[in-house]
């Protein structure tokens, strides 16, 4: 990683509430890691982003002319908000993430983990964390949008709400989908809202990681959604073969992990 001021804890203007209006960010004191670097780095925070799908989030930010703005929705541990940082400095990604408590996300634990890494990982003055859920900070955004990365609630209705922020997004700009054609939520909301719209393009997906553009999508991008089923469908039998524990059979459909596709 190229060298940063020592990180502090985030001022009042990095971790904001959602009625505050941060304040503008200074251009030109950064430069952008190699993604080699850059990955390393990231690759021992906890989360579910692999290596090709960190690749494919970080060519996308590198596209983001300075002084944009990029929305990650599902922060966890911050794996994949130091990769989109560290590929676009001059950009502010808004971290937002509830930081709700159990088993899973850990809760205010999980807060702490997210900011010690953006911390060790230099990037802390890039990020604006905003402790909500999407759903909730969404109706008073008024911001434009030069990235949006939709990593959330894996369920049906949040998702379907995460999409409407792709509103902020100019004609062009480009939206990525952790868990697509993987989560049945999150893939049912995509062929609720997506398959049959008028604004957003499916391109191709990274394992579970979906690429979409904002623009009016033709025959050919509507087939590549549904071209997508098969594979759902398959996600969807090994994640009930784990359920079950039955784990020779799904090693038999070639899942040999005990994780969930992703």
């Not at 997508?228 to 398959?234: D, I, R, V």
Request: proline share 7%.
């Amino acid at each position: 990683m190229p060298a940063h001021r020592t990180p502090t804890e985030p001022t009042p203007a990095q971790q904001t509430s959602p009625a505050q209006t941060p304040a503008p960010r200074q251009r030109g004191s950064h430069s952008a890691a190699d993604f080699d670097t850059a990955f390393a780095a990231a690759d021992v925070i906890g989360g579910w982003l692999t290596r090709d799908q960190a690749r494919a989030l970080w060519d996308e930010a590198r596209r983001l002319p300075a002084g944009s703005r990029i929305i990650e929705i599902g922060s966890h541990q911050g794996r994949s908000t130091v990769v989109l940082a560290s590929a676009a400095p001059e950009a502010t990604v808004v971290a937002i993430d509830p930081f709700v408590s159990g088993p899973m996300f850990g809760g205010l634990a999980t807060k702490d983990t997210f900011l010690a890494n953006l911390r060790r990982c230099g990037v802390t003055d890039r990020v604006e964390l905003r402790q909500a859920k999407s759903t909730d900070l969404r109706p008073g955004w008024t911001e434009p949008i030069g990235f949006l990365y939709i990593d959330g609630k894996h369920d049906y209705w949040t998702l379907s709400d995460d999409l409407r922020w792709a509103e902020f997004l100019a004609p062009g700009a480009r939206l990525s989908i952790h868990d697509a054609y993987s989560s049945i939520g999150v893939t049912l909301g995509l062929l609720r809202h997506v398959l049959p719209g008028s604004r957003l393009r499916y391109l191709d997906r990274t394992g579970s990681l979906a690429r979409f553009e904002v623009g009016r999508p033709t025959r050919a991008d509507r087939l590549r959604v549904l071209a997508e089923l098969p594979w759902w469908l398959h996600n969807v039998g090994i994640k009930v073969l784990l359920r079950l524990k039955l784990y020779p059979i799904a090693r038999l459909m070639g899942h040999t992990d005990t994780a969930d596709p992703y």
